[in-house]
């Protein structure tokens, strides 16, 4: 009988799934910047206070989107207050997005009430979000891959 | 033709819309989203139920191939709630077969929104459709 010593061929296939992982987290914050410069610099909508705009976030979600999410939805409130222009308000509520225990994710957001309506009222014309994430998907692909790809080659 | 023209008349004049049509009684019964906003009351809408194309965001090239979506909403009167729009869901996919349904592009259904109704739109029920469409490369 022939034994095989893979204890190489197993530490080896370990730490390339260790670069991949560390490829694809780096990937994600370059991503979330990208998807969040695109969404602020949208046109699809005007914006009255500031706040959807000055509160939205793209981020990994990650052990720090939660105090990235607070600053977000505090620049909203801190726009929203004695603003008299509409009655909308700052909103903080959870996405409902639980991830695996294998996978990763950006979050694109901001904080405020009216931040659904902006995405579907009069057949989505001042739609934002989705158009971005439509926009950006393709590029954030190729960057995430580009990202895995040089980790894994050193 | 555009992705958007293309993808437009699947459901205004080709025969794969053909079922859309019928069960919405009219073509007319099909716009473009922007003409929404022209309507100032209710009754001059089209008739109900209607659907309004909206197309979205593109990303590509011409050498890998463009992918563009673009979402229908369905709208309908408050008396009849969301039975007519979850009727016409399946009509409105069936007619975007996900391969070689279009002459230059194929479409895949991404999904459709939740039971809502549009505070902009007189408060009509409505859910949106979304689709991508992509180029050949």
């Known amino acids: 009988m022939m034994t095989l010593d893979d204890t190489k061929l197993t530490q080896g296939l370990a730490g390339l799934l260790a670069r991949i992982n560390e490829g694809a987290d780096a990937g994600l914050v370059e991503v979330s910047d990208l998807i969040e410069t695109t969404d602020t610099q949208t046109d699809a909508y005007r914006g009255q206070s500031g706040a959807t705009r000055a509160s939205t976030l793209a981020a990994p979600l990650d052990a720090n989107y939660a105090s990235k999410a607070a600053s977000a939805f505090n620049v909203a409130a801190s726009l929203l207050t004695g603003f008299s222009g509409h009655d909308g308000k700052p909103l903080s509520e959870e996405s409902g997005v639980t991830l695996g225990p294998h996978e990763k994710g950006v979050m694109l957001t901001n904080f405020t009430d009216y931040a659904e309506n902006l995405e579907r009222d009069a057949a989505g014309e001042k739609a934002h979000i989705g158009p971005t994430i439509a926009e950006t998907a393709l590029p954030a692909t190729q960057l995430i891959a580009g990202f895995i790809k040089s980790e894994v080659e050193g | ?137």
């Open chain 2, 1 to 137: 033709m555009t992705i958007a023209a293309t993808t437009y008349a699947q459901l205004a004049t080709a025969s794969e819309g053909a079922a859309v049509r019928a069960a919405l009684g009219s073509a007319a019964s099909i716009i473009p989203a922007d003409k929404l906003r022209t309507f100032t009351d209710a009754q001059a809408l089209p008739a109900r139920p209607f659907i309004a194309y909206r197309g979205g965001s593109q990303s590509g090239n011409r050498r890998d191939g463009i992918r563009a979506q673009f979402r229908w909403w369905i709208y309908d009167d408050a008396r009849y709630g969301y039975s007519r729009i979850n009727a016409l869901i399946p009509l409105l996919i069936a007619a975007y077969p996900d391969e070689d349904a279009l002459s230059d592009c194929y479409t895949v259904f991404n999904g459709a929104s939740d039971e809502r109704p549009d505070a902009a739109i007189f408060q009509m029920p409505c859910r949106s459709l979304t689709f991508t469409a992509f180029t050949r490369s």
